[in-house]
């Protein structure tokens, strides 16, 4: 659930500037592994400026402005085009970046050990107040902190879920307060018809600019949050163009241009892989089977020499990703508004708006009648 989160908010990030603007950036991983390194390189002293005992949360803003400014330079480029050729110039901006930093000896731990970056900051990764210790807490998949919160002691894993999620949760009203402001409405308009936001005089190329610099600068931060958690990262992991497919995965299943479906979406995801893979940690359909079954029953013949099981494990060992594109395609086909976006279609808006509605009129007063006062 902590990798759900991280990664949501960077898909959330991609739907930003993809979902709001109608400008596919299929190399935004640049800013999620911009974000990454920032963080592993500040935590080793590899960074000028910034000791090794830079708090991590400074390393997370140093990390976004890194992005910002990467974002500004690819976009100078990029928004000169439109469409698809715009979508590949992304992709191919992140490339070079990946294959740079794949190939950057300064970067990695150990170069013979190839390309990757490790390292354990002295103080911690802690989410907080800089400089106020009751107010830090330590995230890590191995090194995390544990808590006492009203009697009730929180694990180290449980900690970095909390911990995770309250990033995660302000940079989503963050951006949600961007978006519903004057600059986020010329967004929306430049995703409806740009050729009249121009007739009517906005500069859309300084408000793409802006957009796209906003959306590398959360990308970032996701970036950080999972190297922070992780304590390290790769090429692979991070800058890879993979990356952001899953993005666009988690965007396409929750609903494109809703900001929060992205989230619902990479969880939709994590949990179909987790349901359909080989171990099934969290009680996936082979383990459920195999347990439930039984051995007699596992070696009942189907046909010829296969048995059951054989016939079970031939479907499902191994075949996640099969059975999560067959999704996909079904996602575009039959609900192309997502699952958020077709629950928003329903009730007719935002759940927000609807909650709202439907609580004032459960509490309206009646309108009195001429009768009322006898």
Not at 131 to 146: F, R, S, T
Not at 301 to 314: K, Q, R, S
Request: with cysteine; proline share 4%.
């Amino acid at each position: 659930m902590t990798t759900v989160l991280y990664f949501g908010l960077f898909a959330m990030s991609f739907d930003f500037i993809s979902g709001y603007t109608g400008y596919l950036s299929f190399g935004h991983a640049a800013f999620y592994g911009t974000g990454a390194y920032t963080v592993i390189l500040v935590a080793n002293g590899l960074v000028p400026l910034f000791p090794t005992s830079t708090p991590f949360m400074i390393s997370l803003l140093v990390g976004g402005v890194f992005a910002v400014v990467l974002a500004v330079v690819i976009g100078l480029v990029s928004f000169r085009l439109s469409g698809v050729y715009f979508a590949m110039i992304t992709l191919g901006f992140a490339q070079v970046l990946y294959i740079f930093v794949r190939g950057w000896d300064y970067v990695a731990a150990n170069p013979r050990d190839g390309p990757s970056v490790g390292g354990t900051h002295p103080a911690g990764f802690e989410i907080g107040i800089p400089g106020v210790d009751q107010l830090n807490l330590a995230i890590g998949v191995l090194a995390g902190e544990e808590a006492t919160v009203l009697g009730h002691t929180l694990g180290s894993t449980a900690v970095s879920y909390y911990m995770v999620g309250l990033v995660a949760l302000g940079c989503y009203f963050a951006m949600q307060r961007i978006l519903h402001s004057p600059f986020g409405r010329v967004m929306l308009a430049i995703r409806e018809n740009e050729e009249r936001a121009v007739a009517i005089g906005y500069n859309t190329y300084l408000y793409k600019l802006g957009a796209f610099a906003i959306s590398g600068f959360f990308g970032a931060i996701a970036g950080g949050l999972f190297a922070g958690f992780r304590r390290s990262a790769t090429p692979e992991s991070s800058f890879y163009f993979l990356t952001t497919g899953d993005a666009l995965l988690a965007s396409i299943i929750g609903g494109f241009g809703t900001l929060a479906g992205p989230l619902y979406g990479h969880l939709f995801d994590e949990t179909v892989r987790e349901f359909l893979s080989k171990s099934g940690q969290g009680g996936g359909l082979l383990p459920y089977l195999r347990a439930g079954l039984g051995d007699q029953a596992l070696a009942t013949p189907i046909f010829g020499d296969m048995t059951l099981g054989v016939l079970i494990d031939t479907l499902l060992n191994g075949h996640a990703s099969l059975y999560v594109g067959i999704v996909f395609v079904l996602f575009v086909l039959y609900v192309p508004d997502g699952l958020l976006g077709t629950v928003r279609t329903r009730v007719g808006g935002t759940l927000a708006d609807a909650a709202r509605d439907r609580f004032r009129d459960d509490h309206s007063t009646p309108e009195r009648t001429e009768g009322d006062d006898e």
